[in-house]
T-cell receptor, first 111, second 115 residues
Framework: QKEVEQNSGPLSVPEGAIASLNCTYS??????FFWYRQYSGKSPELIMF????GDKEDGRFTAQLNKASQYVSLLIRDSQPSDSATYLC???????????FGAGTRLFVKA | EAGVAQSPRYKIIEKRQSVAFWCNPI?????LYWYQQILGQGPKLLIQ????????DSQLPKDRFSAERLKGVDSTLKIQPAKLEDSAVYLC?????????????FGPGTRLLVL
C-alpha cells in the first residue's frame, strides 16, 4: 500500500462543474494535509492546507479531512480551463516532518 | 519578496559523471528541502535541513547523493556518480517555520537528464 494514494486520472470535467479530487493516506500519525497544484513543466504551488477534521473553504476551493477514514479531498467549484493541472496531495507529521506527496491527479477542465 | 532560486535550470550529463545543484531559499526561511520528482510521480523528499542541520535524510541514496547547507542559507545537492535512473527534476523548497502550519515554497527546479 502506498503511503499517500491518489487516483492518477485524468479526471475530465466540463467548465463550470465541480471537480472532486480524493486522497487516502496510511500514516495515522499524520497531522498536516496539503493540496498543491502543478502545471505541466512548473513547480508545485500550495492551494490549501487543513489540519482539523471537517471542511475548510477558500474561494472556489474546499478541502475536506476525515482522519478516522484517513481521507482528504479537494473540491473545486465552478471549474475553469485554467484549473487544468496535476493536483498533488501531501501529508505530513507535526513540525513539517515526513511530508509525503501522492503521485497526483491530472485534471482537465473542458471549455 | 524573492522566491526560491535554483541553478542550473537544465543539465545533461553522461552516466557516471558528477553533477551539483544549487538552491537559495527565501530569505529568513529556516527549513530547506530537496525533492526528486520523476516524470509522472509526486515529489519524493531526499533531505530536509533546519538551519544547517539535517533533520531527515532517510530517503537520500547516501552512496551517491550528498547535500550540505552552509551557514544555514544556501544549499547544494551533489550526485556522484550519476545513474540513468537519476534523470528527474530536482526541486528545492523552503518554509519559514517548522510547525504544524508550515507552507513549503518551491523553486523552479533543475531538470537533469542522464544519458
Amino acid at each position: 500500500q502506498k503511503e499517500v494514494e491518489q487516483n492518477s486520472g485524468p479526471l475530465s470535467v466540463p467548465e463550470g462543474a465541480i471537480a472532486s479530487l480524493n486522497c487516502t493516506y496510511s500514516d495515522r500519525g499524520s497531522q498536516s494535509f496539503f493540496w498543491y497544484r502543478q502545471y505541466s513543466g512548473k513547480s508545485p504551488e500550495l492551494i490549501m492546507f487543513i489540519y482539523s477534521n471537517g471542511d475548510k473553504e477558500d474561494g472556489r476551493f474546499t478541502a475536506q479531512l476525515n482522519k478516522a477514514s484517513q481521507y482528504v479531498s479537494l473540491l473545486i467549484r465552478d471549474s475553469q480551463p485554467s484549473d487544468s493541472a496535476t493536483y498533488l496531495c501531501a501529508v505530513g507529521r507535526a513540525g513539517g516532518f515526513k511530508t509525503i506527496f501522492g503521485a497526483g491527479t491530472r485534471l482537465f477542465v473542458k471549455a | 519578496e524573492a522566491g526560491v532560486a535554483q541553478s542550473p535550470r537544465y543539465k545533461i550529463i553522461e552516466k557516471r559523471q558528477s553533477v551539483a545543484f544549487w538552491c537559495n531559499p527565501i530569505s529568513g526561511h529556516a527549513t530547506l528541502y530537496w525533492y526528486q520528482q520523476i516524470l509522472g510521480q509526486g515529489p519524493k523528499l531526499l533531505i530536509q535541513f533546519q538551519n544547517n542541520g539535517v533533520v531527515d535524510d532517510s530517503q537520500l541514496p547516501k552512496d551517491r547523493f550528498s547535500a550540505e547547507r552552509l551557514k544555514g542559507v544556501d544549499s547544494t545537492l551533489k550526485i556522484q556518480p550519476a545513474k540513468l535512473e537519476d534523470s528527474a527534476v530536482y526541486l528545492c523548497a523552503s518554509s519559514s517555520t517548522v510547525a504544524l502550519q508550515e507552507t513549503q515554497y518551491f523553486g523552479p527546479g533543475t531538470r537533469l537528464l542522464v544519458l
